[in-house]
């Protein structure tokens, strides 16, 4: 993609580094992933399932919600491609995908939150 020159010339060169910057459609991609984590109940769901391969009763439980609001968080995540989901029996468990996407983001919120995985930085389960 070809950009114009600037209006002012602050001397930083700008117009050649914009020839590396992403499309718009790229950013778009970007912010649909932030969009579907931009929900504290889905974070700690997406957190909780990037350690541990649940179903839907035991992740209410653990994170104090309704099942039916649980279910509704992890639709958006699945649709996300965040997580997986797998059928034994009558039950549905879920886990987070096993993409470099995931472990990216599992990480960001680690650092950002400050925490380390609680099984140890080695241990993420992921798979």
């Not at 929900?39 to 039916?68: A, K, Q, T, Y």
């Not at 995985?117 to 992921?126: A, Q, R, T, V």
């Amino acid at each position: 993609m070809e950009y114009p020159s600037l209006p002012h010339d602050h001397g930083q060169l700008v117009e050649k580094r914009l020839g590396g910057m992403p499309p718009a459609e790229s950013f778009g991609m970007l912010a649909a992933v932030f969009k579907e984590l931009g929900d504290e109940s889905r974070l700690r769901i997406f957190w909780l399932l990037c350690h541990c391969e649940e179903c839907v009763i035991n992740i209410s439980s653990m994170v104090g919600m309704s099942s039916p609001a649980v279910s509704h968080h992890l639709t958006k995540l699945k649709a996300g491609g965040l997580i997986t989901s797998s059928r034994r029996g009558k039950e549905v468990y879920y886990r987070a995908a096993d993409t470099e996407k995931t472990r990216l983001l599992h990480s960001m919120i680690e650092s950002i939150m400050d925490i380390e995985c609680p099984w140890g930085k080695d241990n993420i389960d992921l798979t």
